[in-house]
């Protein structure tokens, strides 16, 4: 099985050439929704390739496929994005979000297995509703619901979908863009700050080239010793590539060259025909 899972990583090998575009003093731009390149969000399916390592040549440790899909519906009568994720690792860990065309969360609905217990929520941000089903930790499950009227609380952007919203950003301004983020589980909305370090260029197996904005960020929690850098290529407005470093040890998250989907599964009755 790992043998199958890391293959595709050979189609984003990192070239070493970098431009570094100019350090910035200023305050943070804040970024609001007009501000967003909306006109890059388009359907996908996206794939990506996750896990957790202790550095270079350490090995890796939990890998998950992580899928993406975005797709343009209407719902409840008003036009949306919905974007679905399908986290699969031993458990089965599913996630969906519907975001409105400002990509205000309309709703959201999530089911979690963790160790054979199944956990689900549902909310409603504009109305601050919410309800949690499961298994829940008491504790997880009280801090769910303090989240649930903050999510009132003026504009943000789902942080749950980062792989598909940040991209949207305006990051040709350069410096540190700070946005308002939320995620459910989260007491309140928070301001996060991205930084463009500079820019770097991905080589695919395939001769394709990946021109990126390298883009750091602590996570709203600056002098926290956490950081995660995206590779942002600039024509697709796609995450292609991310590393994470927390608690002492790493994230990575690749782009799969084609999205992972089952076009022929065998018959229920296990024959061929």
């Known amino acids: ?53 202790a550095g270079p040549g350490s090995g890796i440790k939990r890998p998950v496929l992580a899928n993406f899909s975005v797709s343009r519906q209407t719902v409840d009568g008003t036009p949306a994005w919905v974007i679905t994720h399908a986290w699969e690792d031993p458990d089965g860990t599913v996630h969906t979000v519907h975001a409105a065309a400002d ?91 991205y930084t463009v370090l500079g820019e770097r260029t991905l080589a695919g197996a395939d001769g394709r080239r990946y021109d990126c904005w390298l883009v750091e960020t602590e996570s709203g929690n600056p002098g926290g010793d956490a950081f995660q850098r995206f590779w942002i290529d600039k024509a697709s407005r796609v995450v292609v590539k991310e590393e994470d470093n927390f608690n002492g040890q790493y994230r990575s998250k690749y782009l799969l060259a084609v999205p992972v989907s089952l076009e022929f599964p065998a018959p229920a009755d296990g024959k061929q025909g």
Not at 15 to 25: C, D, E, H, Q, R
Not at 110 to 126: C, D, F, I, L
Not at 150 to 165: E, K, R, V, Y
């Open 103 to 193: 990509i205000a969360t309309l709703s959201q609905d999530a089911t979690w297995v963790r160790s054979g217990q199944r956990m689900s929520s549902h909310v409603v941000p504009a109305r601050g509703e919410g309800r949690a089903e499961g298994e829940w930790p008491e504790a997880a499950r009280q801090r769910l619901e303090a989240g649930f009227q903050a999510m009132q609380d003026g504009w943000w952007m789902n942080w749950h979908s980062d792989l598909t919203l940040l991209p949207l950003l305006p990051y040709e301004k350069g410096g540190t863009l700070r946005i308002r983020l939320f995620d459910v589980g989260m007491p309140a909305p928070l301001d996060v700050d």
């Open 1 to 53: 099985m790992r043998a199958s899972v890391t293959r595709p990583l050979l189609f984003l090998a990192l070239a070493l050439s970098a431009t570094a575009l100019p350090a910035s003093a200023a305050e943070p731009y804040r970024v609001t929704p007009s501000d967003l390149h909306l006109e890059h969000l388009r359907p996908a399916q996206l794939s990506y390739l996750v896990y957790m390592h």
